[in-house]
């Protein structure tokens, strides 16, 4: 069983910065995707940065050149560099886990806040 921890959030004036981070129990983290994910009040959750095994990154268009995902294989970690925050950034903010072994297993943790004032 994996458990993802994640911390970082927190309340911030829009231009600012936030890095949040998230660690991962057990053994498979580095075979597996990792990705950041945020739900709004009232929205869908939505898929925010991803980073592959072999650190391929992708990122929703409302953040690229603002947000950046990496990923420490040593500390089985991965982290969203939030840079120029805007008020319509604030959200609960998730670390997804994603293994592709014989079936797909995905693993959420518990999530937590961004809030961006104007």
């Known amino acids: 069983q994996v458990q993802l921890v994640e911390s970082g959030g927190g309340l911030v004036q829009a231009g600012g910065s936030l890095r949040l981070s998230c660690v991962a129990s057990?053994?498979?983290?580095?075979?597996?995707?990792m990705a950041w994910y945020r739900q709004a009040p009232g929205k869908q959750r939505e898929s925010v940065a991803t980073i592959t095994k072999i650190s391929s990154t992708n990122y929703a268009d409302s953040v690229k050149d603002r947000f950046t995902i990496s990923r420490d294989n040593a500390k089985n970690a991965v982290y969203l560099q939030m840079n120029s925050l805007k008020p319509e950034d604030t959200a609960v903010y998730y670390c997804?886990?994603?293994?592709?072994?014989?079936?797909?297993?995905?693993?959420w943790g518990q999530g937590t806040q961004v809030t961006v004032s104007s």
């Open positions: 997804n886990l994603r293994f592709e072994g014989v079936r797909r297993m995905d693993y």
């Open positions: 057990g053994s498979i983290f580095r075979f597996a995707s």
